[in-house]
């Protein structure tokens, strides 16, 4: 089930897939009052995370971050449903959808850890952080109790956490201590591959900027990857090596984060790097016209075609594929092809809506 050569080694790391996602739908699938009903929040991702990297999805509210990273992890649950596509680690001998529940259970944790939002989410505030760490460790780790103590002693002083939290009950602990435990809870078994969803959203910024240091201090130590989720573009600008840009449950670019900071070709993109505060920038941000689309009727073509100042005809008629325009930089938009009609021709076909969302 798991391949023999899956941990990371000491030598040097080579740039290859530990992920690879191809083509990924899951939709909710619900009934209201015997009427289907289908929100599609993952709809055709194809993506790969590689060896030692932190790949960043980014969006906003509702775009199907969360929908995306627990398809990802096998943690989804009805009505979120898997529609098709295929999700493989290099450490799984086949696609993660195709393992048992006990199967999957002997590699959570071990391989694949979770941190998640909230850590009132996986700390039990009826039981001690020694009892979480049995919860999910013990077992993985296999050294007798006092040995495995020992173990996580040593990690939490790495982590700059005292040995003493073990006792305390969560509420005993302040909220960026309590989201370290869930770091240390997440890393204690060196799993090759961590998924992170929003793990500073709830933090104020000084303990936010300790926690993400952690977080990579520890990524870097191990060799692990993670697939890191927040929509703060200036969290991603720190953390992550690559970025993907999520709109409506698509994945509409991806760069390393240098170039998309530097270079964003989807104008959805543009929008959120444009919107970012700078120093000494004292001009208005002006907000996207329009509001996302509901997933369960997502607009035909290019879903950000409605508030798109760029958007043509064959937007509103075709879907874009993801496509590398240049090395390493994929994007979903027809506009941003040269191929199909230059820029500055583009510009004048501002369409109505968005023309009086402007004047
Ligand atoms: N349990 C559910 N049942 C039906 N629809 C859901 C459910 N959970 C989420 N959705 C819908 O799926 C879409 C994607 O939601 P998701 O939570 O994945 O987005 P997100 O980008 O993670 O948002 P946020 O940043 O607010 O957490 C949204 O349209 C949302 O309303």
Redesign the pocket.
Known sequence: MVKANGKAGNGPVPAEPILSVRNLRAY?Q?QYFGIDRE?R??DDITLQVNRNEIYGVA??????????I?TIAAANRP??NVIGGSVKYSFLDRDIFRMSEEELSRVRWKHLSYIM?GSMNVLNPVRRIRKSFIDFAFRHINKPEREFFDIVARHLERLRLSPSVLKAYPHELSGGMRQRVTIALATICRPEFIIA??PTTALDVVVQKDVLAMIREVQQEMGSSILF?T?DMTVHANMADRLGI?YA?RLVEEAPTREIFANPLHPYTAHLIQSLPRIGDLSPKKALPGAPP???DPPAGCRFHPRCPLAMDICRRENPALTALRPGHRVACFAASSEVRPVSEIRETVPPKVAEARS
Do not use: F, I, W
């Open positions: 909710y619900m929100v929040a993952v969006g906003e509210s509702s775009c199907g971050k969360t929908s995306l627990k009505p979120l939002q969803d929003e989720v929509h999520m449950g509901n997933l369960s």
